[in-house]
C-alpha cells in the first residue's frame, strides 16, 4: 500500500501560479504510474495529468495542456503539479493517486489503486 499525501494548494487571483507536491510513502516502488485529478462541487473526479515511473511519459487533459505541468523525483518519492495561467474553472480539490500496472488507461480514475486527501485550490477572478 501506498500513503499519499498533497499540499500546496491555496487561494490564487486569475493568471496565477501554484505548484501541488504529492509525497508518497510505503512501497512506492511498485507505483508504475502517478497521476492528478480534480474534483470541482457538484461535478465528477476529472483527470489532470499523470507520469510513468521513469518519466519518460506523461499524458495532460486537453483543458490544461500548455498550463500544466507533471513531474517526479523518484529519489524523493515526490511527485509535482506545476500550474500556471490558473482561471477560475480550475477551481477544485486536486487529487494525487498513485496506479501499479503500468499499462492501460492513465485518465481514468478506477484504474487507481492509491489516493490522497486532497489539496483545495481556489482561483479568484
Known amino acids: 500500500q501506498v500513503q499519499l499525501v498533497e499540499s500546496g494548494g491555496g487561494l490564487v487571483q486569475a493568471g496565477g501560479s501554484l505548484r501541488l507536491s504529492c509525497a508518497a510513502s510505503?512501497?512506492?516502488?511498485?507505483?508504475?504510474?502517478m497521476g492528478w485529478f480534480r474534483q470541482a462541487p457538484g461535478k465528477e473526479r476529472q483527470f489532470v495529468a499523470a507520469?510513468?515511473?521513469?518519466?519518460?511519459?506523461?499524458i495532460n487533459a486537453d483543458s490544461v495542456k500548455g498550463r500544466f505541468t507533471i513531474s517526479r523525483d523518484n529519489a524523493k518519492n515526490t511527485v509535482w503539479l506545476q500550474m500556471n495561467s490558473l482561471t477560475p474553472e480550475d477551481t477544485a480539490v486536486y487529487y494525487c493517486?498513485?496506479?501499479?500496472?503500468?499499462?492501460?488507461?492513465?485518465?481514468?480514475?478506477?484504474?487507481?489503486?492509491?489516493w490522497g486527501q486532497g489539496t483545495q485550490v481556489t482561483v479568484s477572478s
Open positions: 493517486a498513485a496506479r501499479r500496472r503500468g499499462n492501460g488507461n492513465y485518465a481514468q480514475a478506477p484504474g487507481y489503486d492509491s
Open positions: 510505503g512501497r512506492t516502488s511498485g507505483s508504475a504510474v
Open positions: 507520469i510513468t515511473w521513469s518519466g519518460d511519459k506523461t
